[in-house]
Each structure stands twice: as structure tokens, then as C-alpha cells.
């Protein structure tokens, strides 16, 4: 679904003014995320796409990259592109 990363770098964007996000680019290891903002994250990942985070969900991994974000918003609204 090309609109969840589309809206995930929109929303990455508006912090991240000055770097162009790509899909797979690691925002961690950019610097770009600290504790506060990874809250701001999540919670824009649950209202905007109406989806609960679960603890387990909660892991590096499933936010480090819009592409991560977008698999994890995929799973959880049974949205898995088909292949």
C-alpha cells in the first residue's frame, strides 16, 4: 500500500526538515530519534492508522526505517501485500 510510507515520510519529515528519508534508511543510526520522539512515533503509527502497539511490537526493528514501519502497519492491519 504506497500510501502508508507516503504518510509515515510526511510525518518523519516535518521533524527531520533537512535530510531527504529514504525507505530503508535507519533513522537510529542517523541520530534523528530520541526517547521523546519515538513516543511521538508511536502514537502517530496507532491514530493515524488505527492500529494498537503492542509491548511486543516495541522493538528497534519494527521502527528503525519507514519500510519497518510500513511491514509493521501491514501486519497488524492484515494489509500484507500480496506477492
Same mark, same amino acid.
Given at each position: %500500500? @504506497?500510501?502508508? @510510507?507516503? $504518510?509515515?515520510?510526511? /510525518?518523519?519529515?516535518? #521533524? #527531520?526538515?533537512?535530510?531527504?528519508? =529514504?525507505?530503508?534508511?535507519?533513522? /537510529?543510526?542517523?541520530? +534523528? &530519534?530520541?526517547?521523546? #520522539?519515538? %513516543? =511521538?512515533? &508511536?502514537? /502517530?503509527?496507532? =491514530?493515524? /492508522? $488505527? ?8 522493538? +528497534?526493528?519494527? +521502527? $528503525? ?6 511491514r509493521?502497519?501491514?501486519? $497488524?492491519?492484515?494489509? &500484507? @501485500? =500480496?506477492?
Open positions: %500500500m @504506497p500510501e502508508i @510510507p507516503a $504518510k509515515i515520510k510526511e /510525518f518523519l519529515s516535518r #521533524f #527531520f526538515r533537512n535530510h531527504d528519508l =529514504q525507505l530503508d534508511e535507519d533513522i /537510529f543510526a542517523l541520530g +534523528f &530519534v530520541n526517547s521523546m #520522539f519515538a %513516543m =511521538q512515533l &508511536v502514537l /502517530f503509527i496507532e =491514530q493515524e /492508522f $488505527k492500529i494498537t502497539i503492542e509491548n511486543e511490537d516495541l522493538d +528497534f526493528a519494527n +521502527f $528503525k526505517t519507514i519500510s519497518a514501519m510500513t509493521l502497519i501491514e501486519s $497488524k492491519t492484515n494489509l &500484507v @501485500p =500480496q506477492t
